[in-house]
């Protein structure tokens, strides 16, 4: 394979959590790798639950996969580092955190205390998560 780098367009799949997190089917990211998605597995992982979450507009390079069963398992081919700022985080960033904020006050709320039940410590966690 030779090398993928710059900015390549990526379609995303409906109902995916990365398409929620963007708010939009068409996205460009960056990248720097010579890694490909072995499409000659894309079938048995698609029957026993990956899901193709993002592809390249030809559907041939596969760009993010998900496991839909799981609270928040998103991998991705690009590097959404690049294009996170502290002030304003990646889509894919923030939408983990908030993932992450959920599960941490379902925990809470089922140990029958406040967020860091258990521990002694508050969250230190700004839970207000933005969209872009």
Same mark, same amino acid.
Not at 10 to 38: D, K, P
Not at 58 to 87: C, K, M, N, Y
Not at 98 to 111: F, I, N, P, V, W
């Given at each position: 394979?030779?090398?993928?780098?710059?900015?390549?367009?990526?379609?995303?799949?409906?109902?995916s959590?990365?398409?929620?997190?963007?708010?939009?089917?068409?996205?460009?990211?960056?990248?720097?790798?010579?890694?490909?998605?072995?499409?000659?597995? @894309?079938?048995?992982? #698609?029957?026993h +639950?990956?899901?193709? %979450? =993002?592809?390249?507009?030809?559907?041939? !390079?596969?760009?993010?996969?998900?496991?839909?069963?799981?609270?928040?398992?998103?991998?991705?081919?690009?590097?959404?580092e690049?294009r996170?700022?502290?002030?304003?985080?990646?889509?894919?960033?923030?939408?983990?955190?908030?993932?992450?904020?959920?599960?941490?006050? @379902?925990?809470?709320? #089922?140990?029958? +205390?406040?967020?860091? %039940? =258990?521990?002694?410590?508050?969250?230190? !966690?700004?839970?207000?998560?933005?969209?872009?």
């Amino acid at each position: 394979a030779t090398m993928r780098l710059g900015g390549w367009p990526c379609v995303l799949a409906e109902g995916s959590f990365a398409r929620s997190a963007y708010g939009t089917e068409r996205i460009r990211e960056r990248h720097r790798h010579r890694y490909e998605f072995n499409n000659d597995y @894309r079938d048995v992982l #698609t029957r026993h +639950g990956m899901r193709i %979450a =993002g592809t390249t507009p030809d559907g041939q !390079l596969v760009e993010v996969i998900e496991l839909p069963d799981h609270p928040w398992f998103v991998a991705v081919q690009f590097h959404p580092e690049f294009r996170s700022r502290p002030t304003q985080p990646h889509p894919l960033f923030a939408a983990f955190i908030g993932k992450a904020l959920e599960h941490q006050d @379902r925990a809470a709320s #089922t140990a029958g +205390g406040a967020k860091g %039940a =258990g521990s002694g410590q508050e969250s230190t !966690l700004d839970t207000t998560v933005t969209d872009k």
